[in-house]
């Protein structure tokens, strides 16, 4: 086991992977001599080479459609998209090609292109740099959705991704690069858990609190704060967005009989609207109460200075358990 950042984790699997095939390309704006605006990519373009780690023109299409050409002649490229807010002029490229290419071609053409979008606010920055774009991609059939949590799945699902011959937009809570946890470096990705799979990160038994990105930590202290007055909460991290896990929810929304569901991004047609929708047909019968959305507001993402206020943060997301509950409090009635 080694101690890395969340960013340092992404950094070592990608490492792992351009050591483990020829056929990886990284590629985006800065990522090479500059390592990324994050420093994701440091020190790979000195280890691996400017034909393996490619600075590219400042072109979302372009990368977007550069890759498509690569995945077509049998590589695995990687894309690196710099900032969340500017994902949307590749948006055509991968919702009308690398979304639709295996089928279109009857499964003869293959896009394993990895798609690696830094997401979510929290770190004070301008406009178009802290959205949550990912319900756009969730709700494209062809494509593979995950985010990461922490820096055990970081390292592993990275490589999962690129490993993976699905195309894959892997969603990065960039609030959460600094942050360190453990990392088995050493472990085969065949004996990891699948990309696909659910966590169960705190168990409990009154209420079930699912989320994923940045947003797992804030439900791990909610767990922990609603303990002290005697309620126990099950944490779940989606880890894939698409497709969703949702046997794994169920089995937990079967014991606990209430669901609150926590993402940055706005409420209106979010990936907790499905999620709710989805679980009151498998578990209705053993629902205690509606399913509760704790989300962003819907609203263009707010300056700086007001982006706590847009943040479900620890007591929006306490006062969205005891919403569940039934419990009146401060806040009843606030819309999260």
Do not use: W
Not at 16 to 22: P, Q, V, W
């Amino acid at each position: 086991m080694t101690t890395l950042t969340l960013g340092g984790a992404i950094n070592a699997g990608l490492r792992r992977a351009l050591a483990g095939d020829d056929r990886v390309v990284l590629m985006g704006e800065d990522i090479g001599t500059l390592g990324g605006v994050f420093r994701i990519t440091d020190g790979l373009k000195a280890e691996f080479g400017a034909h393996r780690v490619v600075d590219t023109p400042l072109s979302e299409a372009g990368i977007i459609g550069t890759a498509v050409g690569l995945a077509y002649r049998g590589y695995r490229p990687v894309v690196e998209i710099q900032f969340d807010g500017f994902i949307y002029p590749g948006f055509d490229q991968i919702v009308a090609q690398v979304a639709k290419l295996h089928r279109r071609s009857r499964g003869t053409v293959k896009m394993p292109i990895t798609i690696r979008v830094p997401f979510g606010g929290g770190i004070g920055a301008a406009e178009h740099h802290s959205e949550s774009p990912e319900a756009y991609f969730a709700h494209t059939a062809g494509l593979r959705v995950v985010s990461c949590s922490d820096a055990a799945d970081a390292y592993v699902m990275i490589q999962q991704a690129i490993a993976s011959d699905d195309p894959v937009l892997f969603f990065e809570p960039k609030r959460r690069y600094h942050v360190k946890g453990e990392v088995d470096d050493r472990a085969s990705l065949a004996d990891a858990k699948p990309m696909g799979v659910a966590s169960v990160v705190t168990s409990g038994t009154d209420v079930t609190l699912v989320t994923y990105g940045a947003l797992v930590q804030v439900a791990r202290d909610a767990a922990i704060a609603a303990a002290e007055e005697g309620v126990s909460i099950e944490v779940i991290d989606l880890r894939s967005l698409s497709p969703l896990d949702l046997s794994t929810i169920a089995a937990s929304v079967r014991r606990t009989g209430r669901l609150v569901i926590a993402h940055e991004a706005g409420q209106q047609l979010g990936l907790g609207a499905e999620i709710a929708a989805s679980i009151t047909e498998r578990c209705f019968e053993f629902l205690e109460a509606a399913p509760v959305r704790v989300t962003g507001h819907d609203i263009p993402y707010p300056p700086a200075k007001l982006e706590r206020y847009h943040l479900p943060d620890l007591d929006r997301m306490l006062d969205g358990v005891d919403r569940a509950l039934g419990r009146p409090n401060s806040m009843s009635g606030v819309e999260a």
